[in-house]
């Protein structure tokens, strides 16, 4: 089982997905997600220069080895164009190894350890109710758990709202294709005094209206330093968050200690970590509750189960990065994973839009609130690369935000 074609295909149905498409010369085909959002090109070349040539001619049923020969062999480690570059490859193979067994992979990686996954999805809105509506749209969608992301008085347009990037002029959906095409990226507002302010009163309203059982989730973008995130954590806890997300920059572990010491809202981090040793020091001193990394983000399904397993022994559990712009692909990879391991939190779901699921056969159910990847052999994933190749690639970037005195901030 060799593999005899490698390509790599650059589509833009909403957004932009590269996928890596192996065939075996025994016409076995393996899918991979390469996709990072807003350096797509980055990865193509990665892989086309530097990835493809190695793999022609070598054995598709050697995953692990494959994986451990990019990731040593390439002497320079880590990195999200690295790492984006060495899941495809890993998620393409495991692709293969699960059409050659004809079985899923998630049979593959030690069978079901539950009917489904649950789903949560991105409710946002500019004022209160909006943002019900939102809440309610998604409900009806079946959702059984959402993230709540608002607007902040005084600030114009932050990221994460879907009605204010529409009177931006982008799109309803905020993250369909923009955060937006163009060839520089759209700025936007930020005053974390203002949101902590603002924040509390929101999930208060929340609760008073839909009650106190449905999981809500929030998303802090790294926008706050530790104490900031202390003093959140603290604020929310009467209306129990599922989880409080990427409230510090995700570079520095350490900071979390600080921020676990003042709160008992669960905390989760690592949709933008490429490695098991950026969650560390989150895993072993359990300074975290989730695990947010994704499968295309973190080297693929290979490293996905390894990190899910050492956080198993710390009572941490998971919580993939689902966004739109991890393409079918690299979704189905996680789904996999998240039906077998045992430590499963949760599933970030948004739907793709209709062009993608054209382009990205899938396998794939969403049933009131639950996932699952279906049973087909392989991911369950199959691309139309004739309709692929009806949407070439547009430039398109995530926005940036400023201070009111012009400082660049995290977002
Ligand atoms: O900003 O997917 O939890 N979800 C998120 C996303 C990310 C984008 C980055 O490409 O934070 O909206
Ligand atoms: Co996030």
Not at 115 to 135: K, R, V
Not at 290 to 303: D, E, L, M, N, W
Request: charged fraction near 20%.
């Amino acid at each position: 089982m060799k593999i005899e074609r490698a390509e790599v295909i650059v589509t833009s149905p909403n957004r932009n997905f590269v996928t890596l498409r192996l065939q075996t010369d025994d016409g076995l085909v393996g899918l991979g997600d390469a996709t990072l959002n807003g350096r797509e090109l980055a990865v193509v070349a990665y892989l086309k220069e530097h990835v493809v040539p190695l793999l022609l001619g070598t054995d598709a049923s050697r995953i692990e080895d494959t994986w451990q020969f990019l990731y040593r062999g390439a002497y320079w480690r880590r990195g999200p164009v690295t790492m984006a570059a060495i899941a495809a490859v890993d998620m393409a193979l495991w692709d293969i190894k699960g059409k050659a067994a004809n079985m899923p992979v998630y049979q593959l990686l030690g069978g079901a350890s539950r009917d489904g996954l649950m789903a949560y999805g991105h409710a946002s809105g500019p004022d209160l109710p909006s943002l019900f509506d939102s809440i309610r749209e998604h409900q009806e969608m079946g959702y059984r758990s959402i993230r709540v992301q608002t607007g902040v008085p005084g600030l114009r347009a932050i990221y994460g709202i879907a009605a204010q990037s529409a009177l931006d002029g982008g799109e309803e959906r905020y993250d369909h294709e923009p955060a937006r095409r163009g060839a520089y990226p759209t700025q936007e507002d930020w005053d974390t005094r203002a949101y902590l302010r603002h924040l509390p009163t929101v999930f208060e309203a929340v609760r008073n209206e839909f009650g106190p059982s449905m999981p809500l989730l929030h998303d802090g973008h790294h926008r706050m330093t530790p104490i900031q995130a202390a003093k959140l954590g603290k604020a929310l806890e009467p209306y129990d968050l599922f989880w409080l997300e990427d409230c510090t920059p995700a570079e520095n572990q350490e900071a979390l200690r600080l921020v676990r010491q003042h709160t008992t809202t669960p905390l989760a981090i690592g949709e933008v970590f490429n490695t098991i040793w950026d969650f560390q020091t989150l895993i072993t001193e359990q300074l975290i509750d989730y695990v947010r990394a994704a499968s295309t983000h973190f080297g693929g399904i290979s490293p996905l189960k390894k990190v899910m397993d050492f956080a198993a022994q710390y009572q941490i559990k998971s919580g993939c990065h689902g966004p739109t712009d991890i393409s079918p692909v690299g979704f189905a990879a996680q789904l996999h994973v998240g039906l077998a391991i045992h430590n499963f939190g949760i599933q970030e779901y948004m739907p793709h839009g209709a062009r993608t699921n054209a382009t990205f056969k899938q396998s794939m159910t969403f049933e009131n609130g639950m996932l699952h990847p279906g049973d087909n052999p392989g991911l369950g994933v199959e691309l139309d690369v004739d309709e692929a190749g009806k949407y070439p690639y547009e430039q398109a970037y995530l926005p940036f935000n400023r201070l009111a005195d012009g400082t660049i901030h995290d977002w």
